[in-house]
Nanobody, 120 residues
Framework: QVQLVESGGGLVQAGGSLRLSCAAS????????MGWFRQPPEKEREFVAA????????RYADSVKGRFSISRDNAKNTVYLQMNSLKPEDTAVYYC?????????????WGQGTQVTVSS
């Protein structure tokens, strides 16, 4: 069982940066592949980024490539999403998730989400 808690969301102006964190409980965090998803207002949830359990491989949605960076610290049971050059269309609730079978990850655990609002 893994519990995930996101933090770091907030209100930022376009062009600004935020770093989201996702803290995981349990001693098996380092065995899970991790992902970030987002759900914009009145839209479906979409994939943002993923990272292999070892941290050695990452993938990104085309919409965030070159602006967002996913990383993890297995010693701290935490995965991060560094978001730069934010745009109003990045406004969404951001969720982290844990699973296996990278790169086609089967996600078993989800956090409660953190709101990111980008003003123009």
């Amino acid at each position: 069982q893994v519990q995930l808690v996101e933090s770091g969301g907030g209100l930022v102006q376009a062009g600004g940066s935020l770093r989201l964190s996702c803290a995981a409980s349990g001693r098996t965090f380092s065995t899970y592949d991790m992902g970030w998803f987002r759900q914009p207002p009145e839209k479906e949830r979409e994939f943002v980024a993923a990272i292999r359990w070892s941290g050695g491989s990452t993938r990104y949605a085309d919409s965030v490539k070159g602006r967002f960076s996913i990383s993890r610290d297995n010693a701290k049971n935490t995965v991060y999403l560094q978001m730069n050059s934010l745009k109003p269309e990045d406004t969404a609730v951001y969720y982290c998730a844990a699973g296996t079978n990278y790169p086609i990850i089967n996600y078993n655990y989800w956090g409660q989400g953190t709101q990111v609002t980008v003003s123009s």
